[in-house]
């Protein structure tokens, strides 16, 4: 976006924390951040969000029109010819009511969404940004806890929660540390399928029959068929966040890990990858930072050629090869909506995901960038400015 | 170690699950498994035990002689010239007591040990393979976690939890993934530095005036200074394995996060690596694998020679530039101790390490080892012969 914008001839502002940081005017100028090839690369490089993120949720102006007049005053005292938004679906809720606004308002000034979210939701793309590299670390973490959890000579169940409130995509990507001759994880379960602890015992149970170590990815969003988390305590009050989305999931995995240390008597163990699965850039996909440099581009393309109320988005045309092509969908289509994983790329005992599934996701994580390695260490970028 | 036996006509015969795999005489002739130079490299790449490990403890022979005498008869049956015993501590001291009861015996038989533990903590040897690919993921992650916890515009403190139930070896390596202008982790707790929950929260406390998201390295065995864990429950009864070591610690990142949460009325969050800090290979230091695999070599070359009761080991010429000369140390002098970080290489409040640590750990996660990635993933190697 930045090389896009500054090939373009435009200036680029940076907003620090999203549109919450926007109202305390968090705005920086990123040329002086940014001044040669070699920031922008080590951009590129560095895990998370370079300018920060929120979780503040605009009211619908009609409820509240007061935070629109007080950014639409801030974007014309800086000149603003286009706003660009970064993130998942929250995010375009956010720039979809601007956009609307804005038109309403007859604003010359353009809003564009920009997809990225590890997890994976967004109706409108074939995937998005982000999903690709979430989904290398998770399958190579999961082959690499695989192995260590046959180490022993000894019966035992390791699960392994992955991120996916409502949605496993990314519990699913782990069916890609499969070898052709080790199966790897032996089950997974995601939102999408619910089951209820016996089930999941019964089978646990019959697969230590051929095997003594056995791996279950997990999400964190996994259910019982009433609709109630597979988590510790059994869903008494849920907290919903800003969005109303039910708030920091965890759990999954040490309540599971319980139950079957129970019934079945045997050793487990429970792994959550926490945060790294998002941040993990040292194992990022290429074709996903690729992929996100390219969609960034066109957001940027679009809003200059004068769209507004869209988002760059993926088509794909073919597995194998991977062949895809860029399109621009509007955003009032796609906000607000939650793709979650087809039931028919699920396998029929709910605990898995087909090879329809993988033939999906097996071209998002091909390709490695190296990191740039200082000392040993990848080296990320530092901001000048608000660094901390 | 394979390599080195090959080149030098040696048939090698892989021990499964260790000693205890060998009482059920779990062994198997290597040759067919690593047919060509390809699974040898793959064997170099692919992460955790690949023979598999234990954690039985050989009675001394003067309690129980029976063990001694079954493998000694096994190691006879099969024309065993030498015994190379790869492990931490524990191991050590498996094959201290066979090369003893063997020079007793007078056997002709030779035992080698060969040091590999990420926790660093063996006498005689500067460091023990392992621990530089640990420190280089340990490092690596705590830098991207640092990122994460920054993202939002918030007041946040996350504790990590790393490995190492006596020594702060692993909890310490944290400390490289400081920038020059960018300091990450904040504190680090280590078993040697004892510590209350009231002086770190007051600590954490003054972090929090000059920034918005402290990271917290916590070693596992972080104490308090009547030597209880700083986990919940404080300490009731305490675990012991078969080899005398509290078992299966962990919690004090969950418990500190609560503490924290609690009296500063912050949001808090624990990670814990788990055994992704012990098996994530993608990872890997080049100079821990190329010393690792030197010191294979070594202990092969010293039983060929006619050496028992020995292990090979590293000694440190130069920090900067790193120079390190291979020697031969007996078993007996390390075996059943356990190698602290130096006191004077904590920081003056306990929280932290110095630059001497810094410099010590620096060179062991030097250089990176592109794995070989198929379908975007890194390929381990699979076991023909008892494979799961």
Chains 1, 2 share one sequence.
């Not at 019966?155 to 080790?182: D, H, K, P």
């Not at 170590?213 to 009433?226: I, K, T």
């Not at 039910?246 to 019934?263: H, I, N, P, Q, T």
């Not at 329809?356 to 990848?378: H, T």
């Amino acid at each position: 976006m930045y090389d896009t914008a500054r090939a373009n001839g435009a200036g680029v502002l940076g907003m620090r924390y999203g549109i919450e940081g926007l109202f305390e005017e968090k705005l920086l100028d990123l040329e002086p951040e940014l001044s040669s090839p070699v920031e922008v690369q080590q951009l590129r490089q560095t895990p998370s969000s370079y300018l920060g993120s929120c979780r503040y949720k605009l009211p619908r102006p009609e409820e509240n029109e007061e935070p629109y007049e007080r950014l639409f005053s801030l974007f014309e005292r800086c000149h603003v010819a286009a706003v660009l938004y970064i993130g998942g679906n929250d995010s375009m809720d956010t720039i979809s009511k601007l956009s609307a606004y804005g038109e309403r308002e007859g604003s010359s000034i353009r809003f564009v969404g920009v997809p990225k979210t590890i997890d994976n939701d967004l109706y409108g793309t074939d995937h998005t940004p982000g999903y690709g590299s979430a989904a290398k670390f998770i399958a190579t973490s999961v082959a690499e806890i695989g192995r260590d959890s046959s180490v022993y000579d000894l019966r035992n169940v390791t699960f392994v929660e992955i991120m996916g409130r409502n949605t496993g995509w990314l519990a699913g990507s782990s069916a890609l540390a499969s070898q052709e001759n080790a199966i790897c994880p032996d089950l997974i379960l995601l939102p999408e399928s619910p089951i209820t602890e016996d089930v999941l015992t019964a089978r646990v149970g019959e697969l230590l029959g051929q095997m003594k170590s056995v791996v279950v990815a997990v999400s964190e969003g996994a259910r019982r068929p009433d609709g109630s988390l597979m988590a510790e305590p059994p869903t008494s009050a849920i907290k919903l966040d800003a969005f109303g989305h039910e708030a920091a999931l965890s759990g999954a995995s040490r309540y599971l890990a319980s139950v079957v240390a129970d019934r079945l008597g045997v050793k487990t163990r429970a792994v959550e990858f926490s945060t790294l699965q998002r941040c993990a850039n040292h194992l990022a996909s290429a074709t996903d930072l690729d992929e996100a440099y390219a969609l960034g581009g066109l957001a940027v393309r679009a809003a200059l050629a004068g769209q507004s109320g869209v988002i760059p988005a993926i088509r794909r045309l073919s597995d194998q090869p991977y062949v895809t092509e860029y399109i621009t969908v509007n955003i009032a289509d796609i906000a607000n909506r939650e793709r979650k994983v087809p039931l028919d790329w699920i396998r029929e005992d709910g605990m898995g995901v087909t090879d329809d599934f993988v033939r999906y996701a097996r071209p998002l994580v091909q390709g490695e960038l190296v990191p740039l390695f200082v000392g040993g260490l990848p080296r990320h970028i530092q901001m000048l400015t608000w660094g901390r």
